[in-house]
């Protein structure tokens, strides 16, 4: 386990939440294209590299995968440090709603919770920690790419 304070903690969050918001941009940018591309060419997987490269598509999943590559250090740091304040809470809610991203560009304008007993806890703890406004925004984001 970290011996990371909770102040710490707290910052390493508020740097996790820039790269959540620029990743989520990222995502609802390459979601519409993706779909696009299966769209255009169903079931020809050779078809599927081209509209992919078409559609810009692969452009923005290696940005994708440039913010994954500086979220997921971040995200283990922060779930190995203890939380003891509701900062440090929030924190750790923010990777719980990274996890609960849609994992296909077809989804159903939600975040994908394991179980709804999940999504319950994790809606308690965003209004606890003020993040509600912000999961509100992401997904409406969400539903309105499925829209």
Not at 3 to 26: N, W
Not at 72 to 97: C, D, F, H, M, Y
Not at 117 to 140: D, N, Q
């Given at each position: 386990?970290?011996?990371?304070?909770?102040?710490?903690?707290?910052?390493?969050?508020?740097?996790?939440?820039?790269?959540?918001?620029?990743?989520?941009?990222?995502?609802l940018t390459w979601a519409p294209r993706m779909?696009?591309?299966?769209?255009?060419?169903?079931?020809?997987?050779?078809?599927?590299?081209?509209?992919?490269?078409?559609?810009?598509?692969?452009?923005?999943?290696?940005?994708?995968?440039?913010?994954?590559?500086?979220?997921?250090?971040?995200?283990?740091?922060?779930?190995?440090?203890?939380?003891?304040?509701?900062?440090?809470?929030?924190?750790?809610?923010?990777?719980?709603?990274?996890?609960?991203?849609?994992?296909?560009?077809?989804?159903?304008?939600t975040f994908e919770f394991r179980d709804d007993?999940?999504?319950?806890?994790?809606?308690?703890?965003?209004?606890?920690?003020?993040?509600?406004?912000?999961?509100?925004?992401?997904?409406?984001r969400l539903a309105a790419d499925v829209e």
């Open positions: 386990m970290s011996t990371a304070t909770d102040a710490t903690l707290i910052a390493l969050g508020e740097r996790f939440e820039k790269l959540l918001l620029e990743h989520m941009d990222a995502w779909r696009a591309a299966r769209a255009e060419v169903e079931d020809n997987t050779a078809s599927l590299a081209v509209a992919i490269q078409r559609t810009g598509c692969d452009v923005v999943q290696a940005h994708m995968s440039e913010l994954e590559r500086d979220m997921q250090p971040l995200a283990k740091e922060i779930i190995a440090a203890p939380a003891t304040s509701l900062g440090g809470l929030r924190a750790k809610a923010l990777v719980a709603l990274w996890e609960a991203y849609p994992t296909h560009a077809s989804h159903e304008g007993g999940s999504r319950s806890l994790f809606e308690a703890v965003a209004v606890m920690t003020g993040l509600s406004p912000l999961v509100r925004e992401l997904e409406a």
